[in-house]
């Protein structure tokens, strides 16, 4: 998932209510710069490509659905993976499993697509 991918998708999530604490460090989310040096930024949207992040989106998703078995699975054909979706529910996505827990938790809260 690219930079401008994973900022649409956090911003939409935190439109569906997702819970977001700002990451572990000082209350921010860090990013590492493209340029290798090592440097941090502060960025102002969850950043699903962190596993805890992704995980923690996966649990209030659980939370907001009353269901804590709730998993996602991918969407298989001969040629791979082309989506996935929450199981349990009816959401789904062209794109990658955060895409699908971000779909699963607007049809739980009740919000619609802008």
Do not use: I, N
């Not at 690219?2 to 939409?12: H, I, P, Q, S, V």
């Not at 997702?18 to 969850?46: H, I, L, N, Q």
Request: charged share 25%; glycine share 14%.
């Amino acid at each position: 998932m690219d930079d401008e991918t994973a900022k649409e998708l956090g911003l939409r999530a935190l439109a569906a209510g997702f819970e977001w604490a700002g990451g572990a460090v000082d209350g921010r989310t860090r990013e590492r710069y493209e340029d290798g040096d090592g440097a941090w930024v502060v960025s102002k949207w969850p950043d699903f490509r962190d596993p805890a992040t992704l995980g923690v989106l996966l649990a209030q998703v659980r939370e907001a659905w009353g269901c804590d078995w709730l998993t996602c699975q991918p969407l298989l054909t001969e040629g791979g993976v082309h989506g996935w979706r929450a199981v349990g529910t009816s959401a789904q996505s062209d794109h990658t499993e955060a895409h699908a827990l971000v779909a699963a938790l607007k049809a739980a809260k009740g919000v619609g697509d802008e």
